[in-house]
Structures are given as C-alpha cells and as structure tokens.
C-alpha cells in the first residue's frame, strides 16, 4: 500500500510518462535541454519534501523542500508547478480531508511564514512566470527570497498569494476553487480504460480543451494560448492526428505546462482513489 507521498511521486512520474500530450515532455518526445531522465530525476528529487507535506511539517517548508531536491539534475525546473498543485493534495489525503473542501481547508490554514517559504523555492529553480500585478512589484516571485519582507509587511498569507495571482496563472487558480480542475479530471481517469498513460494523454487533451493554457499565454501569447485550445479540440473531434500535433507543438516550443501541471494533481487524486498501477 502506498502511502500519499509516494502516490505523489507516482502522479509526478505518470504524468511525465503519459503520451501523447502535445508539447510536452514525455516518453516519446523531449526538448534538447528538457528531457524525459530529468523529469524522473526531479520525481525522485521531490520526495523528501512530499514526505513533509504527508507530515505535520509547515506546509511552505514541504514545499519548498521538495523544489529544492525536484532542483537537483541538469534540466532545471521540471515539475514546480506539479509539485505546487500537489502538496496541499497530499496534507489533505494524509489528513483524510481528499475533497474539494478538505484541500480548501488545507489552503486557508496556510500562514505568511509558508508565503515565504513558497518564495524561497524560487531561488533553487528558474521558473518562467508573468509580471506581478499592478502595484505589487515588491511581490515579484522572481525576487524570491528577497521579497519575504514585503510579505511579512503586507501580512501576506500562502493562500493570499495565490488569490493575488489567480487572474493569469492557472495554477494559482487551481488552488482558490478547491483545486475543481484536477477533482474533475481524476473523475475522467478513473472512468477511463486502457493503460494509464493512455488515460493521462486523454485527460491532458480534455484540460487543454476546456481551457487556454496560461503557461502558454506566458511564453507565447494570448493567441497561441488559444490556438492551442483550439487544436486540443479538433484532436477530441477526431480532425486532428495528436501524435502530429504533439511534434508539431515541440517543433514550434508550445509547452502547455499549467495542463501538465494539473494531470499530474488529477494523477495524484485518482491513486488515493484507488486507480490500479
């Protein structure tokens, strides 16, 4: 029986593995400085601070643990937002509150002090991220730990982050509704049949239809953030070829990442509920 850190880490590595999930890294197709060993290297990276988030340890300081052994191989920034989306998952199964209002629970719980340790995790890892919101230049995660001050001035809870970024960040938004996206997909998966990379591909393409990618809009633009959506639904119509459209999108460097992001969590979510590996 695996216990909710493990299924984490197994979310982290299925998810990685599932395929096709156009422009994404996964057992078929990688980028020249993002490859498929790297992902499997920041999964087993990131077990220590699942641990602690399966623990009573501060939920920040798991979080950042994790990041900081996610960190340690070539390729950089892996799985930052996949850890993100699930850590709070894993204090809520550890604590048997694996609802949308159990996990909602686990955010509202979180402190300044996890803020900080949230931004901390920037300093192990580059990630790609939008500007702040007007006014909050202080609060530039790309500041990392230098901006902990500004939070403990502003009383700037974990939770309170995120609500600040929600409007453009699909992660962040993710965890202000109860984490609704990954619930639902986990649904899909489990209803699903066949191989679970199989399911994972399928419940990847259902998430970036329904959705433009804001990890995209990030990277290439409103317009590619739906274009992509776009195409994910011509793929589910039966007018597109996904394997083409998976090569397709790496050529051209479309990565949606917050999608993968939240497989992974809806990974994590249908294990605790018992989909069979």
């Known amino acids: ?112 002090e996890d803020a900080c340790a949230f931004y901390r995790a920037f300093d192990h890892v580059a990630v790609a991220v939008d500007e702040p919101p007007e006014g909050a230049d202080d609060l530039d995660v790309r500041r990392g730990g230098d901006a902990t001050d500004a939070l403990r001035e502003r009383g700037l809870t974990l939770s309170g982050v995120m609500e600040l970024s929600a409007p453009r960040d699909g992660v962040a938004a993710e965890w202000i509704s109860g984490f609704e996206r990954s619930f639902e997909a986990a649904g899909w998966v489990l209803a699903d049949e066949g191989p679970v990379y199989r399911r994972a591909s399928r419940a990847f393409l259902r998430l970036l239809a329904a959705e433009p990618d804001t990890f995209v809009a990030t990277r290439n633009g409103a317009a590619t953030a739906r274009e992509v959506t776009e195409r994910a639904r011509a793929v589910l119509a039966g007018d597109e070829d996904p394997e083409a459209l998976a090569e397709e999108f790496v050529r051209r460097d479309i990565n949606p990442g917050t999608t993968a992001d939240l497989t992974a969590g809806a990974l994590f979510v249908a294990l605790e509920r018992g989909l069979e590996v």
């Open 1 to 112: 029986m695996r216990d909710p850190a493990q299924n984490a880490q197994l979310a982290l590595l299925l998810e990685v593995s599932g395929t096709p999930k156009p422009g994404n890294v996964d057992r078929h197709r990688e980028y020249d400085d993002l490859r498929f060993e790297q992902f499997m290297a920041g999964a087993v990276g990131a077990l220590p601070g699942l641990r602690r988030a399966a623990g009573t340890d501060a939920l920040g300081a798991a979080f950042e643990t994790a990041i900081e052994g996610m960190s340690h191989q070539s390729g950089g920034n892996t799985q930052f937002g996949a850890v993100l989306v699930t850590v709070p998952l894993v204090r809520a199964a550890a604590t048997d509150r694996l609802t949308p209002e159990g996990v909602a629970a686990v955010v509202e719980d979180t402190t300044v």
